[in-house]
């Protein structure tokens, strides 16, 4: 795998879970709004934090890098337990207006989570990661789901 492969698949997938997200928002003012978009963009994100926190995260920590993994994994708490709210909300019949309400504060606390990943964890995540760890968590990117159930570590702390 050739360098950066690794950051630019997981950075790829932030924007692509922003974008189900901004897709469902833009509805605001034409009353056309994207719940399939958003549904996708939540699964996404459940199974990016997965992941993370299943693949990524254990062999870093084993590098060295506690403390920002334990940031990483207690803003997964907050961004899962605003996922439950919106799912919630959709399921519940709230306004769409309380949806993008929701949708806002998950995706200024994307943004701010990024932020922070992508020039810290992930490029760390290239240069630390063997062979072996690499290859599971890009064979993850490409095909793997997150086990039912599963629910990330700092959810509803």
């Not at 189900?20 to 990016?48: K, P, Q, V």
């Not at 996922?83 to 504060?105: F, I, N, R």
Request: aromatic share 6%; glycine share 8%; with cysteine.
């Amino acid at each position: 795998m050739s360098a950066g492969t690794l950051s630019a698949a997981l950075e790829r997938e932030h924007r692509e879970i922003d974008g189900g997200i901004e897709a469902y928002t833009a509805g605001t003012g034409t009353g056309m709004y994207d719940d399939d978009a958003l549904l996708a963009a939540l699964s996404a994100l459940r199974r990016h934090i997965y992941l993370e926190e299943a693949f990524l995260f254990p062999p870093l920590r084993e590098a060295g890098l506690m403390m920002p993994i334990l940031v990483m994994e207690r803003e997964h708490g907050t961004l899962w337990d605003l996922m439950d709210t919106l799912t919630d909300q959709h399921d519940g019949g709230a306004a769409p207006a309380e949806l993008v309400s929701t949708c806002a504060e998950l995706l200024s606390v994307l943004d701010a989570h990024n932020s922070k990943e992508e020039p810290i964890i992930y490029p760390q995540a290239d240069a630390a990661l063997d062979a072996d760890a690499t290859a599971r968590l890009q064979e993850f990117i490409d095909s793997g789901t997150t086990p039912d159930g599963w629910i990330c570590a700092r959810a509803g702390a």
